[in-house]
């Protein structure tokens, strides 16, 4: 059983006798509290999707849920549901929009290393990759001699994103995208 303090984000964390899946964490340190840490999370049930936000002292005892990864690839969208095909066993897994809507800004069509995260064999996530590739539809004209200037300027990324980019960079361009930190890495 782990603290919260050693709680991460996608966690699936067993509460009051319901999984939750944490999305968010804040961690605070209020004054005159003698080292401990409080740990705000905003959790979700992973059955009904009911957001609920708890605080932990960092000494807190929390069970962790059992989560099952599946490697899958983008294969459609219905409406306001997101279809996920597993690659080995070629299962369709089905998520909300609204559930993953982070998530959509960096998945295209060929988007790889995409994990299903399951919880009692029921989807209820997705894990990214650390880079993506993703190509540029809308930003300014590219300016000669632009990479030896540390300025940047703003791009549209074909699912929407909108990231900083060096001024050498031009549309049409694909580009690697850290998607912890939302920022440009490098030409693809």
Do not use: C, W
Not at 9 to 27: L, Q, W
Not at 84 to 102: C, H, K, P, R, V
Not at 131 to 150: N, Q, R
């Amino acid at each position: 059983m782990p603290k919260a303090s050693e709680i991460k984000k996608n966690s699936a964390v067993e509460y009051e006798g319901r999984v939750y899946f944490v999305r968010d964490i804040e961690r605070s340190v209020p004054q005159g509290r003698a080292g401990g840490s409080l740990y705000r999370m905003r959790m979700y049930d992973v059955v009904t999707n009911h957001k609920i936000d708890e605080t932990f002292k960092d000494s807190d005892m929390l069970n962790l849920a059992d989560l099952v990864r599946r490697p899958a690839t983008f294969s459609y969208s219905d409406g306001n549901e997101y279809v996920f095909m597993d690659t080995e066993d070629f299962t369709q897994y089905s998520l909300n929009g609204e559930a993953i809507a982070d998530e959509l800004l960096f998945i295209s069509e060929d988007t790889q290393g995409v994990m299903v995260i399951l919880v009692s064999d029921s989807p209820v996530a997705l894990d990214l990759p650390p880079t993506v590739e993703l190509e540029i539809v809308e930003t300014d004209p590219s300016i000669k001699g632009g990479s030896a200037t540390a300025r940047t300027k703003p791009a549209k990324l074909t699912t929407g994103l909108v990231v900083q980019v060096p001024e050498h960079i031009s549309t049409g361009d694909r580009i690697k995208v850290n998607v912890e930190e939302r920022r440009f890495l490098s030409r693809a």
